[in-house]
């Protein structure tokens, strides 16, 4: 199995933007499916982009296509989130979790472990 952990959030004005981290460890990594997710107060988490196996694929939740990007770096275990064009819709605490696949899931209960998650909060 794969442990992650988020870093990068913070607060940040309406229009601005934030990198998210994503460390992995674990000799598995590189052959996981990784994919954000986000939950605010009160809501469910939802789906935010997901990357396949060596970044072939991506998908993106269609209130963030166009503003942010999922990447991974398999030679340091790691993927990342860049959010531009931050709406104050988006705050949250993001996580990362690790999919087994095969295809890219949107739905939480596909991903096997998650991180502590990273709390992003956009300001007006």
């Keep these: ?7 990068g959030g913070g607060v940040v004005q309406a229009g ?3 990198r998210l981290s994503c460390a992995g460890s674990g000799r598995l990594f590189s052959i996981n499916i990784m994919g954000w997710f986000r939950q605010a107060p ?4 939802e789906f935010v982009a997901a990357i396949s196996v060596a970044g072939k694929e991506t998908r993106y939740a269609d209130s ?12 340091k275990d790691m993927v990342y989130l860049q959010m ?38 956009v300001t007006s």
């Design 1 to 7: 199995q794969v442990q992650l952990v988020e870093s």
């Design 16 to 18: 601005g933007s934030l």
């Design 42 to 45: 009160g809501k469910e988490r």
């Design 64 to 75: 963030v296509k166009g503003r942010f990007t999922i990447s991974r770096d398999d030679a």
């Design 84 to 121: 531009n064009s931050l709406e104050r819709e988006d705050t949250a605490v993001y996580y990362c979790g690790a999919s087994w696949g095969p295809d890219i899931a949107t739905v939480p209960g596909n991903y096997y472990t998650w991180g502590q998650g990273t709390q992003v909060t």
